[in-house]
């Protein structure tokens, strides 16, 4: 008997020197070889890069949405300012290009050209701009000043020399339609710039990678030439 309890002791004392099937099993198991690390951090690598590139692609595609928006808003603007001075114009009085001279209205109602009833419509190439000149005079000028200096001129004035001489006295007022051009044509209707109703302005906008075309068009509802 007391043989049997000493080798069931001896068993008991082995079988906790040597672990077993399952607690080798176990112990395998605990943390990750160099392989799976590696391959972990290749995966993570991958899945960071695709992110990322998702995320870039995202965003190009949201700022060139953003570019298209920003850009038809300013075609709209161009089209509606170009047509606010088109529209109502009596007349074309002369065209070359995108320099155009109109006869705006006739607020001295003479049937006739008066200065103050000149609007000039000019490219500036080296600004980028499409702007309206007309003739201001200053508030504190009694109405016999006014009307002395607003003369009147015959249908075929060198309007260019016209503008000229009021820009040096200081009277003139200029205002910007559109900005940031790269370049602008205009086409009419007719050749003959008193026979002109329709008049298209091909504009190409400053725009990365390239200049942004647009056309915008102003049709004169009530066409009518001067008397003189």
Request: contains cysteine; glycine residues 6%.
């Amino acid at each position: 008997m007391k043989m049997h309890h000493s080798e069931g002791s001896e068993l008991n004392m082995n079988s906790s020197r040597f672990p077993s099937h399952d607690d080798r099993r176990h112990h395998r198991r605990h943390g990750l070889s160099l392989l799976e690390l590696m391959l972990a951090v290749t995966i993570t690598a991958l899945v960071g890069a695709a992110i990322a590139g998702m995320l870039n692609a995202v965003a190009v595609g949201v700022d060139t949405r953003r570019d298209n928006r920003s850009m038809m808003v300013r075609s709209s603007l161009a089209q509606a300012r170009l047509n606010a001075y088109i529209a109502p114009a009596r007349c074309v009085l002369d065209q070359r290009g995108p320099q155009i001279v109109l006869w705006f209205n006739d607020q001295k109602k003479s049937e006739t050209v008066h200065a103050s009833e000149l609007r000039w419509l000019e490219y500036d190439r080296n600004e980028g701009t499409l702007s309206v000149s007309y003739v201001s005079f200053p508030e504190h000028w009694s109405m016999l000043e006014v009307d002395h200096a607003d003369r009147e001129y015959p249908s075929n004035s060198d309007w260019g020399r016209i503008r000229n001489e009021f820009d040096g006295q200081g009277l003139l007022n200029e205002l910007t339609l559109v900005d940031g051009l790269d370049d602008v044509t205009a086409t009419a209707d007719a050749t003959d710039p008193f026979e002109i109703r329709l008049l298209t302005y091909r504009l190409w906008f400053a725009a990365a990678p390239e200049p942004f075309e647009t056309l915008a068009s102003g049709a004169i509802r009530h066409h009518r030439l001067p008397q003189y």
